[in-house]
């Protein structure tokens, strides 16, 4: 007797979006970043088609995060200057693009002026040519100033623009629409609220091939399997038809990582734990590795020694 | 403690009420019925008072806007009385006695005919009444005089055992001689059981009515019946004064704990005889004419009305004291009819499926049809039913009270001045109130359809917010934001008429329970709503609910508007069925063997479900395909 063919069959594509523009679509970028398109899970290739392997952006933010020094200095002393952290990023760590991270913008922190921000925007757009993703400092009431300042500054370079909520999804839409950029729609660790947020943005008029879908971000043992079992669930759905869900997914590793005892505590805090220099990239590559296994397509990373590993298993398995 | 007297304008209701005790409390006890839904938390703001004269201790509420307090506003439930007061209660405040139209009845009329034909449902009601014109005893017949009744009595009713009580017997000798032997005899029937209850004089065999009662959370209902022939003469309704103890059955309960039942049985038996006086001045019928109550309501009610402890029904593992109560005496707990007339009460299954849903059972005939067929009994709990001849399963659902029209903000119960229908007609959005007159408030119908034209109009979003700029009725209003349907100087009290976001959401989360439930119990039973063939929509408000509304809000499930069917108020209509058909009294029996409760509370992927359905229509706006949904211009 033949062995029964056990092979899923999944009826629906992964949709494929395009991040930057070259000269010719209108941008100054040196090269486009395309992730989406599989017609199967992540890693199982024999069950459909992985045309965009997933890519790692690079964290960068216009004020120095509040990470342990052992961490920082493991990036380096560009973490000063955005565009100086976006150059090494690029041309030392190797990410594929960059993700920017207006936290100078919190009104509770350096409280960075909309201009502000979007001259930083610019700067690091002309030293670097890789596509930018862009993120505001999560107040959404300044955000909705500085993302419009800074979309219009990246006016035709197709950025990707974080983040589209229930609470903004307007905001964004509209500012996204009116100076060519991308969207990634939020939701706090729901997948209903996933799908719900990404109905509004189509009920709007916004295109859901212009979207990135980010399910938050939980670092490994705080919530990490929540967001797991959602990003995969996303998958299965969009996979299985759901138009609604068939759309790539982000994650924020780098930013939620080094805020959990475990990336960032001394070992004298945490005896027995080795070493935090060690320790930190570690816990960051775990993490985004099991995320890529989920279906993640983007993966935001901080440190170049997480970035490197990534990067390999990526070369390797993905 | 000291005494006080409140007297109450314009009613000039004086009562004396010891010294701490709140308006509301001493309104209740000048028999005054006030529109509060929190039962006396001061949540819902509704209790609102006028103090004319005299001091109170000084409570601030944040229900109360700055211009009410000047003007001496306070909310009666959070007043206490410490000295002697005269209060005004304005006209809001006064809860209005529900109209009832006569659809109901209408509908009975061709039910009760489409029942009479089915071959099973012959003509028997649970009460007879029996002209016996016996022959004088001979020598030749000297049988006794009991056994001379019963022997005739059982000659009318055929089969079956008789019973008589002692009281009567000791009385026949007096009452058949006195009569040159021409007697009415009154029969109630339980099962096989025919009991001779009473012995009248001559012939009064053509006056016999009975009164058939849904005992709802929020609302009675009673109808006068004809029970020598089908016919509804009279309906009537009012609220149940229960009301201030809460919206709820719950809440009721934990009343009754700290209360005493008989304090809740007895506002609502004094709201059953209010309403059996009324029906019966109306009509000019003698109460003792009245033979018989069928009772249909949740268990919980159906305990208050006997009054049962209810304690145990919502503690683990919630048991009642009884589903399946025997006919009373109605005198027994007080209500005013024939001194020997019956209580029945329907048969309930469990602590959260009460006779309601029995008779909703019965009377949609659920059990008796081809192919699935869906119930859902829209109120404070939403109460589901699926199943088919051969099985029914039945769920609850705690929905809460905004599709009646509490936890709104202008919500109010369906009494005149209640907007009942909210459209749009060239592009405006136009209402209709009960009565034609200026409007109050919202109640659930009028609501479902606001959302819906809200929806529809791209005035809000999926989930229920505003989307700004896009219609002047958006507007803000004490710091919140609300959509102003009827502007303060058109209204009917001089108050604004609007629905806030946190109103909308309140009813978007009542329509995602109910929804939820449905899905989930159907799912269990591995079937989808393409599976129900018969799909019942019951409450006391389903009569006026508009169908394309309630879909569009994802209220019910977009299936073939050919399998819907508005069933109305099935409580009262199945508890008539039990009144004029044996068969149907006895079929409950078999209901409830066939039906099991299955318990949400146990469904851990309830709240998913939930989650789903918290947003316009639903996150699966498959399962609403094809329904028009606006477009952005």
Known sequence: ?318 | MADCTVSFQPHNKAVTVRKGTTLLEAALKANITINNLCGGDGICGRCKMIIKKGNIPEEVSGKLTREEITRGYVLACLTQVMENLVVEIPPETLAREKIVDDEDADRFKEFGQLAQAGDEFVFSPIVKKIYLDLDSPTLDNNTADQQRVCEAVHREIGSGATQMGLKIIRNLPAILRGNNYKVTATVGFRRDIAEIMNIEPGNTAGKNYMIVIDIGTTTIVAHLVDANRIRTIAAKACFNSQGIYGSEVTSRIISAEKRGIVELQKLLISDINGLIRGLAKEDRINLKDITAVVCAGNTVMSHFLLGLPTRYIRRKPYTPTSVDPPPFRAVEVGIQINPRGLLYSLPGISGWVGSDITAGILATNIIDRDGISLLVDIGTNGEIIVGNREWLVACSASAGPALEGANVTCGIRAETGAIEKVYIKNRKIQYKTIGFVPPKGFCGSGIIDLVSVLFNMGIIDRRGRFLDGLDEGVQELNGQKVYLLVDRKKSGHGNHVFISESDIENVITAKAAIFAAMKILLARLDMSFDDVSHFYIAGAFGNHIDIESAISIGLIPNIDRNKIIFAGNTSVKGAKLAAYFQHAFNRVAQIRAKTTYYDLMGADDYVEEFRKAMFLPHTDIELFKGEKVWQKA
């Open chain 1, 1 to 318: 007797m033949a062995l029964p063919d056990i092979k899923e069959k999944w009826t629906y594509k992964i949709n494929e979006v395009t991040i930057g523009a070259i000269e010719q679509e209108g941008g100054t970028r040196g090269k486009t970043i395309t992730v989406g398109g599989q017609t199967t899970l992540p890693l199982l290739s024999f069950e459909g088609n992985i045309p965009n392997k997933p890519v790692v952006a690079g964290y960068i933010a216009n004020a120095v995060p509040d990470w342990p020094d052992t961490i920082l200095k493991g990036i380096g002393d560009e973490v000063k200057s955005p565009v100086e952290w976006a150059q090494k990023s690029v041309q030392e760590f190797k990410v594929d693009l960059l993700s920017i991270k207006l936290i100078g913008a919190d009104p509770h922190g350096k409280n960075a002026t909309a201009e502000e921000c979007a001259k930083t925007v610019s700067d690091v757009l002309k030293a670097v040519d890789v596509p930018l993703i862009i993120w505001g400092c999560g107040d959404d009431e300044k955000d909705s100033l500085v993302l419009q300042a800074c979309a219009e500054a990246a006016k035709g370079e197709n950025c990707l623009i974080g983040s589209a909520k229930e609470s903004n999804y307007r905001t964004i839409v509209a500012l996204c629409m009116a100076n060519k950029h991308k969207i990634i729609s939020e939701a706090p660790v729901d997948i209903n609220i996933g799908k719900q947020v990404n109905i509004l943005l189509r009920d709007i008029g916004y295109n859901l091939n212009d979207v990135i879908m980010f399910q938050t971000t939980a670092a490994l043992g705080y919530g990490f399997d929540y967001v797991y079992t959602i990003s995969e669930r996303a998958r299965i759905a969009g996979l299985k038809g759901d138009a609604l869900m068939a759309l790539p997914q982000i994650c924020d590793v780098g930013g939620e990582v080094f805020r959990v005892k475990e990336a960032v505590a001394d070992e004298d805090a945490l005896p027995g734990w080795g070493a935090l220099e060690k320790r930190g990239p570690m816990w960051e590559a775990v993490c985004a590795g099991n995320y890529l296994q989920a279906g993640a397509d983007i993966v935001i990373m901080a440190h170049p020694v997480a970035i490197k590993n990534i990067r390999q298993a990526i070369d390797k398995l993905f």
